[in-house]
């Protein structure tokens, strides 16, 4: 017997997958040329599946700011939010982000499924109940099995699933409804004010994820329950630095008046080291850079807008009927087309992400293409180009 | 034991499901025996908890193997109302 022995399965589907000159799970970026270009294999490659939503990875103020923070604090704190490594930039990074969201509270974890991890985990007590979307990211499902809480999924979006659930459990018993704005495997996005209106008519607390919505939806950038004026029926935004942000890390932000008492009762907020100061330094930059980059969200729609128009002109099979979101999800009939389409379009120089069963809903096998705000509009009519000759050479039908 | 009643419901279920057409007994296991991946499971829980109108916790789930399993779960919760 081996420990690894479980894993057969996992380890045949992985080899049975018939790459032949490049394999999606391998790729090694060896040169970023920008936002939205990298040499890979020697090959110089359109971007098209990243989170960088906003291109701030290159922001000049969050570079100029982050190299400052490594001469000033030094490489990393080496200890926990709770001990050692709370620099002052931690507390203005939380200011920045509570103020952002026109919230009272915020915590800074160190990555974003962390910020799941810790908020889910920690509210979820033993006589408490979870209630979450099928398809919610596994930070949320990690977050369910790390707290004591008794867990109940409804149906992906579907409000009335959701209230038939809500119904039948105890009207006295403490709730949470966890949704995301955006999902991210389909960049579908959540009707976040019917969800948000019915768990409160259940009395739940809510917590809504705008990892992938953060900067872009909402006239403020805060995210979908913005752009649905529901804000107000939000009890924890939980989001991320590693999308619009353009670095790592995570938040959660609430008005609730007891907030701060996780910060004593949250393990991965607690058990980890901090961000590191150049990081923070960096994150502040590029949030003050989001409050004030309407140029940039006009233009990411428009490159969304574009891409969803171009592909589905062309006949692909698109997981939304319009560009709810940056993320643009093409359905491939199998595995076989799909690694086929994934491997000629990146030698055609564009990188998409290969989305396969377990990480995507109802075992599709998707391309997931996610737009930045500083691609041009030629590069994404290239890679409208890219993927229609991509369709002719493997032999992928298209609608007419 | 479950009552019969309840299993027979639980059959009637799972049978559009029963793409093997497998002989469906208390013993019989969702993974092994029907072949269900995660997905189809999750379907028919949903199913499972309209039927009895109950809820029928994630957290449980690993534990219900068989039908039986399955069908006892569904009853304590039932009569605990």
């Not at chain 1, 040329?33 to 599946?49: D, F, H, K, M, N």
């Amino acid at each position: 017997m081996d420990l690894l022995d479980k894993f057969d399965a996992v380890a045949e589907l992985r080899a049975s997958l018939p790459f032949e000159k490049a394999d999606p799970f391998t790729v090694v970026m060896d040169e970023i040329i920008s936002e939205t270009e990298a040499v890979i294999g020697g090959r110089r490659t359109i971007l098209a599946g990243t989170n960088n939503y906003m291109g701030m990875t290159f922001n000049e103020e969050a570079i100029t700011a982050a190299k400052q923070a490594l001469d000033d604090f030094g490489t990393g704190t080496t200890g926990s939010r709770s001990l050692n490594g709370t620099y002052a930039s931690h507390k203005k990074l939380e200011q920045t982000i509570a103020d952002f969201y026109g919230m009272e509270h915020c915590m800074v974890f160190s990555t974003g499924y962390q910020a799941n991890l810790g908020m889910i985990s920690a509210l979820g007590g033993k006589d408490d109940y979870v209630i979450i979307d099928a398809d919610s990211h596994a930070s949320i499902y990690d977050g369910c099995s790390m707290s004591n809480a008794t867990i109940v999924r409804f149906k992906h979006n579907d409000v009335e699933n959701m209230e038939r659930r809500l119904k039948r459990l105890p009207e006295d018993a403490c709730k949470l409804v966890v949704i995301e704005g955006i999902y991210s495997m389909l960049g579908d996005a959540a009707p976040v004010k019917e969800l948000l209106e019915v768990a409160k008519k259940y009395g739940c607390m809510t917590l809504v994820d705008e990892a992938h919505s953060m900067g872009f939806c909402g006239e403020h950038g805060r995210g979908v329950a913005e752009a649905e004026g529901v804000e107000h029926l939000v009890d924890f935004y939980v989001g991320t630095f590693s999308k619009s942000v353009g670095t790592v890390g995570g938040f959660a932000v609430s008005n609730h008046p007891k907030f701060d008492v996780l910060r004593y009762t949250s393990r991965p907020y607690i058990f980890t080291a901090s961000p590191p100061p150049s990081v923070v330094a960096g994150a502040i930059k590029a949030i003050e850079a989001i409050k004030n980059g309407g140029n940039r969200r006009a233009h990411l729609w428009e490159n969304a807008k574009r891409l969803h128009a171009g592909l589905k002109e062309a006949g692909f099979d698109l997981c939304t009927d319009k560009a709810e979101s940056p993320i643009i999800a093409v359905h491939l009939p199998d595995a076989m087309i799909g690694t086929k389409f994934w491997e000629q379009l990146f030698l055609e120089g564009v990188y998409v992400n290969m989305a396969a069963p377990p990480a995507t809903p109802a075992g599709m096998f998707l391309m997931r293409v996610s737009v930045c705000a500083q691609h041009t509009t030629e590069q994404i009519d290239e890679i409208i180009k890219r993927f229609k000759i991509t369709a002719e050479k493997v032999g992928l039908e298209l609608k007419a | 034991m479950a009552k019969a009643e309840t299993i027979e419901k639980i059959y009637e279920l799972i049978e559009p499901l029963n793409k093997k057409g497998i002989d469906l007994a208390p013993d019989v296991t969702f993974a092994s025996d029907l072949e269900l991946d995660s997905l189809t499971v999750m379907d028919l829980v949903a199913e499972i908890e309209d039927e009895f109108d109950i809820v029928l916790p994630l957290n449980l789930l690993p534990e219900l193997e068989t039908i039986a399993h399955v069908a006892d779960a569904v009853e304590k919760i039932v009569d605990k109302g």
